[in-house]
T-cell receptor, first 112, second 113 residues
Framework: GEDVEQSLFLSVREGDSSVINCTYT??????LYWYKQEPGAGLQLLTY?????DMKQDQRLTVLLNKKDKHLSLRIADTQTGDSAIYFC????????????FGTGTRLKVLA | EAQVTQNPRYLITVTGKKLTVTCSQN?????MSWYRQDPGLGLRQIYY???????DKGDVPEGYKVSRKEKRNFPLILESPSPNQTSLYFC????????????FGPGTRLTVT
């Protein structure tokens, strides 16, 4: 079945860049997403990328998509302590279904 | 304030005692979904609904029921809860289908003993 995998933990120093990686198995995924979950809260959408794009930049966030290797990454520039959270990647298809597959989540810890 | 609300936020119950977790959104969203979050497994979709009276199974529907009788509400029903349904549950809604943003509720932590 469809699967989305992430490493469980990442630790970086404040001011450094963070890179969170994700691999997925479904080659027919249309949209790939990054969500952020702060402690005790629900998930919040950070950004998404359409599968025919290679890159998307939004302020401090850069998403890279390697469709051949089914690899998605999220780079956070100038990481701050407020970026400490769990980050989930997810994939879905075009409208017609509301089915989402989420990854296991990567817990980012930012050290001051 | 636009939001998704869930009740209760915390629940401890015993095996076999039927329970309902409510989810309500005030954004007039068409689409709603239920997820469970477990350590090491991430979020897994239980059921979703693309409109009133339209529901469909996600990846882990066994042991759960849902209904969508009105647009704003999407309750999750556990008719005979078991300990393996101990989890953190999230409801989410969006105005339209992918890639429209899903808005998540605050979560319901359920413990089944």
């Amino acid at each position: 079945g469809e699967d989305v995998e992430q490493s469980l933990f990442l630790s970086v120093r404040e001011g450094d860049s963070s890179v969170i990686n994700c691999t997925y198995t479904d080659s027919s995924s249309t949209y790939l997403y990054w969500y952020k979950q702060e402690p005790g809260a629900g998930l919040q959408l950070l950004t998404y990328i359409f599968s025919n794009m290679d890159m998307k930049q939004d302020q401090r966030l850069t998403v890279l998509l390697n469709k051949k290797d089914k690899h998605l990454s999220l780079r956070i520039a100038d990481t701050q302590t407020g970026d400490s959270a769990i980050y989930f990647c997810a994939e879905s298809h075009t409208s017609g279904t509301y089915k989402y597959i989420f990854g296991t989540g990567t817990r980012l810890k930012v050290l001051a | 304030e636009a939001q998704v609300t869930q009740n209760p936020r915390y629940l401890i119950t015993v095996t076999g005692k039927k329970l309902t977790v409510t989810c309500s959104q005030n954004m007039n969203h068409e689409y709603m979904s239920w997820y469970r979050q477990d350590p090491g497994l991430g979020l897994r979709q239980i059921y979703y609904s693309m409109n009133v009276e339209v529901t469909d199974k996600g990846d882990v529907p066994e042991g759960y029921k849902v209904s969508r009788k009105e647009k704003r509400n999407f309750p999750l029903i556990l008719e005979s809860p078991s300990p393996n349904q101990t989890s953190l549950y999230f409801c989410a809604s969006s105005s339209s289908g992918p890639p429209d943003e899903q808005y998540f509720g605050p979560g319901t932590r359920l413990t089944v003993t």
